[in-house]
């Protein structure tokens, strides 16, 4: 009798645990269905006009002579709006991660970790709209442009918007280097300051680079703030002042007119697939550095 | 001699690289603070009883936003619907019975993948998947589930983390008394967990809430001044109708105000819900020190 009702709770076990794995598994599922998804509504394309289509320095989606899906302007609007962005977003993220594990008193950390977290919250699209309101204007007066929507305005706001993930990791990376290594350079009679950027940073350093990489693909994912600040115009351009039009926006400013199964649709899936291995590959790899030194479980 | 003299010299030059430091990372909080301040002073003006209980009229030029307060509501809950017991239950998964496997690893390179992949992509999974495939529509449904997937790994690792801050001892002590393994988490180790699982997902939530590009895609409305009936029906959204006052409307200056309006609402919203986060880990950290 009592036997019974051991086996009974180590049934009970089992089937908890199967049901739990399952839950476990809808990740990989949904990063398979991720793929498969983009993949099949992307997949008319291929056929007719096929995938050279997409290497084309125009994108003129909308027109009755001539469409042309040419990734190309989308590609080098995103870079140049990252880049600008990771400008930005290394001296901020990585100094200010610097000043709050090391030289912060306890007391000023706990009243700046708060606004970063805030910073982390805040959505997407009231930046955007801080943008368009507030830095655009400033952006237009401060160098004399027709308009202050641009790849420039758009990079600063990118790079407050991904300064809470370099921050946050690159403080991890910190913490996690031995405090021995900390403590000889002192002990040899090295000041604070050269402690930290003689040994603290370069033995932090695989963490940091891991920290701007994930920003970086925060960055070059990011929708909202890029749709409303850059001006979205599709041209292939280096010029920060210039309007540039990412993948993101395009996306985003074009699925809701397209017609489902046209050829349009597919390229903005295909845009949606190059967005996808970019962000995927910056993961990736990020991930390896940090598993190498030890700072994921 | 010489190295008091090298370190008298070094002196002036720690302290400037010190304040040069702090000014940077002070700059980061004061860009922060600006952008909440300029949104709270210029939107507490729109915002009054009216404004938050009303229909919006005229496309939205005159009125209230009662229909994107009520769709973001809507939205969010069902994606916690959603997320939250997936989540919890990976995250349980992973802490108390995955072993260092193949399959394990790649439960969590799944999910720092997911972690990773940007939400106008989510976008388009959820209208591939759910709009079209399973031919929800563009609804709330759909809109949600993309929703919760999309907060799924915020859920999965602060859930886990909050698991393996329970000490093993507790663990030990109930299977050493020989209860199963079950048991032994749903008594001895969910109940001192829990409180920190529940912090780490309301930031997931004040995610789902604030993101605007998946339901673009999925569920949001232009104009639709009513309540839905049911979860096929589409909803306006809080941050899609920031989006469309501030980009899309025709007399974008004139309805400035409800455009701060709008974006004060949704500001304080997340706001809250990152805040309760915020606090709550405070509280749990001091309440419970192994």
């Keep these: 009798m009592r036997f019974d009702s051991v086996k009974r709770k180590l049934l009970q076990d089992k089937a908890v645990r199967t049901l739990l794995l399952g839950a476990a598994s809808t990740s990989i599922l949904v990063v398979v269905l991720i793929f498969l998804f983009l993949g099949k509504e992307a997949a008319s394309l291929i056929s007719e006009p096929g995938l050279s289509a997409l290497w084309d320095s125009r994108w003129i989606p909308v027109s009755f002579q001539d469409q042309r899906f040419g990734l190309l302007p989308l590609i080098t609007g995103s870079v140049v709006v990252t880049l600008l962005a990771t400008l930005f977003m290394i001296p901020f993220g990585v100094v200010s991660a610097i000043y709050l594990s090391e030289i912060a008193s306890k007391s000023e950390r706990e009243i700046l970790k708060p606004f970063i977290e805030l910073l982390a919250g805040i959505p997407s699209v009231i930046i955007g709209f801080f943008g368009l309101v507030v830095l655009g204007p400033f952006i237009k007066s401060l160098f004399g442009l027709p308009t202050g929507l641009n790849a420039l305005t758009g990079a600063l706001l990118l790079a407050l918007m991904a300064i809470p993930t370099v921050i946050s990791i690159s403080e991890d990376a910190l913490r996690n280097v031995p405090l021995s290594y900390k403590e000889a350079s002192l002990a040899l009679g090295a000041s604070k300051i050269q402690t930290i950027w003689r040994v603290i940073v370069p033995a932090g350093l695989p963490g940091i680079i891991a920290a701007i990489m994930l920003g970086m693909g925060r960055v070059i994912g990011e929708t909202m703030v890029v749709l409303m600040v850059t001006g979205n115009a599709a041209m292939v351009t280096l010029n920060p002042l210039d309007s540039v039009r990412t993948m993101t926006a395009t996306i985003a400013a074009e699925m809701g007119e397209v017609a489902f199964g046209s050829d349009h649709y597919a390229a903005l899936f295909w845009v949606g697939i190059v967005l996808l291995l970019v962000t995927f590959g910056l993961n990736l790899i990020a991930q390896r550095v940090l598993r190498k030194y030890q700072m994921v479980s | ?290």
Aim: glycine letters at 8%; one cysteine or more; proline letters at 5%.
């Design chain 2, 1 to 290: 001699m010489r190295l008091t003299n090298q370190s008298k010299q070094r002196l002036p030059w720690d302290t400037i690289i010190r304040w040069c430091m702090r000014f940077i990372a002070y700059s980061v909080v004061v860009a922060v603070g600006y952008i909440l301040f300029d949104i709270v002073v210029k939107g507490v003006g729109s915002i009054s009883w009216e404004f938050l209980t009303d229909y919006p009229r005229k496309g939205g030029t005159e009125g209230g936003i009662l229909p994107a307060i009520m769709g973001t509501v809507y939205l969010t809950a069902g994606a916690i619907i959603v997320a939250l017991p997936l989540g919890m239950a990976s995250a349980i998964y992973l802490s108390e019975y995955a072993s260092q496997g193949r399959f394990t690893r790649m439960i969590r390179l799944a999910i720092v993948t997911l972690a990773g992949v940007p939400s106008i992509v989510f976008g388009l999974f959820g209208l591939g998947l759910f709009v079209l495939f399973f031919n929800f529509g563009t609804s709330i449904l759909a809109g949600s589930l993309t929703l919760a997937f999309m907060i799924l790994p915020t859920i999965i690792v602060s859930s886990e983390e909050a698991l393996r801050a329970v000490p093993r001892a507790l663990r030990e002590g109930s299977l050493a008394l020989g209860a199963t393994r079950w048991q032994t988490i749903s008594r001895n180790v969910l109940p001192y967990a829990l409180p920190g699982m529940f912090t780490g997902s309301i930031l997931g939530i004040g995610r789902a809430a604030g993101e605007t590009a998946p339901i673009l895609l999925t569920v949001a409305a232009f104009y639709l001044p009513i309540l839905p009936s049911s979860v096929f029906d589409q909803v306006m959204a809080l941050p899609y109708h920031l989006y469309i006052l501030a980009t899309q409307h025709p007399d974008t200056t004139k309805v400035l105000p409800l455009q701060y309006g709008t974006a004060l609402v949704l500001l304080v919203l997340v706001t809250a819900f990152n805040l309760v986060a915020i606090m709550l880990r405070m509280r749990f950290r001091k309440k419970y020190k192994w």
